[in-house]
């Protein structure tokens, strides 16, 4: 496993989305394509995003830190660049698009890891204690098989973790990101942990405040689970937003980075897609809106007093 800590932090570089980006960039309204030359529309598209990644290297951003997550339906090519690349490489193994886990290859999936050979192995999961008892549990298990799986494989295990409320859950406090999702990922954590999902680095949506930030960690590391670290996920929040949920993850021991993706390309993307936009500006944009978050983590981290090495950023 690469190493990962407060001195070495990781900044994923996200474009994993599948179905919602065909749905929201492509207008594909049940997120497949309507055939192989919108399929390789998609597939362009994220290549040109992984350019954005090397103009931002180019622009003096530090490789070692630096990170893809990519899936293999319309990214396998920029999977196997990040590779000789040498960047960190994080993928996807869950079907997008669906209310609760499943595997995005079958019983095959753990043959399609061993091809690409990621650095981190990534699954999508959503959780609230008020969803149904019974779909809740299978999911627990079998996200439970799969971090047996890849740890008898000697193969990091990347949960990214929503906790999205219900409609009485929205209702019932005047911000649900802050006065009661803090609340639910500390019962959700405990609950996956309780049924053998041990995850190695958990993905979580940004906390407004740091004594939050702080409970989460306290979770994740509960009961001798000291090397488990977390990230912050974009949740495509607006630059200020996320500005602020960076801020605060940067200041607790336990958070060492982000996997940041519409946040950084959504817009450019889409430009590009509506011919509103040359490409060449799009990937200026695109390694601008990285750094950016980049620069935020750094200064609010303070990487000269912990050792980091903000690589020129």
Request: aromatic share 8%; hydrophobic share 40%.
């Amino acid at each position: 496993m690469p190493v990962l800590d407060e001195t070495h932090p990781l900044f994923l570089f996200a474009m994993d989305q599948r179905s919602s980006l065909l749905e929201h960039t492509y207008d594909e309204s049940d997120g497949e394509p309507a055939d192989e030359a919108e399929a390789e529309r998609v597939r362009a598209g994220k290549q040109l995003v992984y350019r954005g990644v090397l103009s931002a290297l180019a622009a003096g951003a530090a490789r070692e830190h630096t990170g893809v997550l990519v899936d293999e339906r319309y990214g396998a090519d920029v999977a196997r660049l990040t590779k000789e690349a040498g960047l960190q490489l994080a993928m996807p193994v869950e079907r997008s698009g669906r209310e609760w886990f499943e595997l995005e290859y079958g019983d095959d999936w753990m043959a399609h890891v061993d091809a690409f050979d990621p650095d981190w192995v990534k699954v999508l999961v959503r959780d609230n204690p008020a969803f149904d008892a019974d779909r809740r549990a299978q999911q627990a298990a079998d996200l439970a098989d799969v971090a047996t799986d890849l740890h008898d494989a000697g193969r990091p295990f990347l949960v990214e973790l929503l906790v999205p409320g219900t409609d009485e859950q929205q209702a019932s406090v005047e911000d649900y990101d802050r006065d009661l999702r803090p609340d639910l990922v500390v019962q959700v954590l405990e609950y996956l942990q309780d049924r053998g999902v041990e995850a190695d680095v958990w993905k979580l949506e940004g906390l407004d405040r740091r004594e939050d930030a702080e409970r989460v960690v306290a979770t994740a590391r509960r009961d001798g689970r000291d090397g488990v670290q977390c990230i912050v996920l974009g949740r495509d929040a607006p630059q200020d937003q996320l500005d602020h949920w960076l801020r605060t993850a940067a200041s607790v021991d336990g958070f060492v980075g982000f996997a940041i993706g519409r946040s950084n390309w959504e817009e450019p993307l889409e430009d590009v897609v509506r011919e509103h936009l040359d490409e060449a500006a799009a990937t200026d944009l695109i390694a601008a809106n990285y750094r950016h978050f980049v620069d935020t983590w750094l200064e609010a981290r303070g990487d000269v007093e912990h050792g980091v090495d903000a690589g020129g950023i």
